[in-house]
C-alpha cells in the first residue's frame, strides 16, 4: 500500500530532527517510509525530494543543505533548537482568560486539557486569578450536555455562514424556527443565540438550553452578520425583557426521605404521594434554570417535576441527549 503524502513528509522530518549529522539524499531512499517502499527511478525520486524539501521550508520548517566538515556528499538536516516552538509566556489577565475559559467549557472533548493548561501554568509560578472572581464560576457558566452540543451546533452554521433550523420549547410547547444566527453570546451564566428570525421577519434571541434538534440550511456565505450590529446589547436586552415573564419557582415532587440537596432549598413543603409511593410537593426557588436542571438529573427517579412545563421539557430533553450519548457509547 502506498504512503501517503503527508506521512511521507513527517517520515522525513523525523528523520531528520534525529539525526547528528547531514543525511544523504541516498540514505533517505533507502530507509525513509515513502521513498523506501515507492517504485520509482532515482531521476523521480530526486524530484519527489525536491518537492517535498520545498514544501517544508514554505511551511517554515527550517531545513538546511550541507556536508559533514571531514567531508562526504551533500545532505540534509533539521536542528531542533531551530524547530522546536519558543516558550508563550502570559500575563496576569491571559493566565486569567485561559482559566475562565476552563471554568465555562465543560464538554469532555476539551475539558481535560484546558484543565491541564491551568496546572502548567500555575506550575510555571504564573499567578492565576481564580476563575469564580472573574464571574466565570461553575455555577454562572455550567452548561448541560444537550447545550454544548446544540452551541458547537449553532457555531458550525455560523462559521459556514448558514442558516440553521431548531425546535425552540417554552412554556413546554415547542415551535419549529428558522433564524439566520449571528453569534453566540452567554449573559449572567446562561448562552443565547442571536439573529434573524426568518418567520418572524425581526431580530431574535434564544436560549440556548431551549434549543434542540438545530440542523444546517441553505449554502455556505449565505448568512452574514450585519457589520453595525452588537450582539452583546442585543442579548442583554432580550434577557432584560425575559425576566420579568420568567418563572421564578418550581414545584417538585420528591421521594419520601430522598433528593435531600433540592430538599434543603424548598420554601414550601406539602405531603403528598405520587403513582402510590410516599413523598412531598415542595416549591423550590429558580435562580438558575441549568443548575437546577443537573440537581434533578442528579437525583434520578426520586424527583418529579410537576411545574413549570418547560422545565420539565427541558430535563426530558437532558435524560434523552444522555440516552443517545449511552447509545453512542460515550458515557
Known amino acids: 500500500m502506498a504512503t501517503s503524502k503527508n506521512e511521507r513528509l513527517l517520515n522525513l522530518v523525523i528523520c531528520l530532527m534525529s539525526a547528528r549529522n547531514y543525511v544523504t539524499a541516498e540514505y533517505l531512499r533507502k530507509n525513509v517510509v515513502g521513498y523506501s517502499d515507492a517504485e520509482q527511478t532515482k531521476e523521480s525520486f530526486k524530484r519527489m525530494l525536491e518537492r517535498d524539501k520545498s514544501e517544508l521550508r514554505s511551511l517554515g520548517v527550517p531545513l538546511e543543505s550541507g556536508a559533514d566538515p571531514l567531508g562526504g556528499d551533500e545532505g540534509y538536516r533539521i536542528k531542533p533548537e531551530n524547530y522546536a516552538l519558543t ?26 486539557e484546558s484543565q491541564t493548561a491551568v496546572l502548567k501554568l500555575r506550575a510555571a509560578g504564573i ?92 449554502h455556505a456565505g449565505e448568512v452574514v452578520r450585519p457589520p453595525d450590529v452588537d450582539l452583546r446589547a442585543l442579548v ?31 420554601v414550601e413543603v406539602v405531603e403528598a404521594p405520587f403513582r402510590g409511593e410516599l413523598g412531598q410537593e415542595v416549591v423550590v426557588p429558580v435562580a438558575e434554570r441549568s443548575s437546577l436542571v443537573r440537581a434533578v438529573l442528579a437525583a434520578g427517579r426520586d424527583v418529579v417535576v410537576l411545574d413549570p412545563p418547560d422545565l420539565r421539557a427541558a430535563v426530558i430533553a437532558e435524560l434523552e441527549a444522555l440516552a443517545d450519548s449511552a447509545g453512542e457509547g460515550t458515557l
Open 87 to 112: 516558550d508563550i509566556s502570559l500575563d496576569a489577565k491571559e493566565a486569567a482568560a485561559v482559566a475562565a475559559a476552563a471554568a465555562v467549557w465543560h464538554d469532555p472533548d476539551v475539558a481535560v
Open 127 to 218: 499567578e492565576v486569578t481564580p476563575p469564580e472572581e472573574l464571574g466565570f464560576g461553575p455555577a454562572a457558566g455550567g452548561r448541560t450536555m444537550g447545550d454544548e452540543r446544540v452551541i458547537r451546533e449553532l457555531l458550525a452554521a455560523i462559521g459556514d455562514g448558514r442558516a440553521v433550523t431548531f425546535v425552540h420549547t417554552t412554556g413546554g410547547r415547542p415551535a419549529q424556527r428558522v433564524l439566520e444566527p449571528w453569534g453566540v453570546v452567554s449573559d449572567s451564566g446562561r448562552w443565547y443565540v442571536t439573529g434573524h428570525d426568518r418567520d418572524r421577519g425581526e431580530v431574535r434571541t434564544f436560549r440556548v438550553s431551549r434549543i434542540s434538534g438545530v440542523e444546517a440550511l441553505g
Open 236 to 266: 442583554a436586552d432580550a434577557v432584560s425583557r425575559g425576566r420579568q415573564t420568567e418563572p421564578t419557582s418550581a414545584r417538585l415532587w420528591l421521594a419520601d426521605g430522598r433528593a435531600h440537596a433540592l430538599r434543603r432549598g424548598a
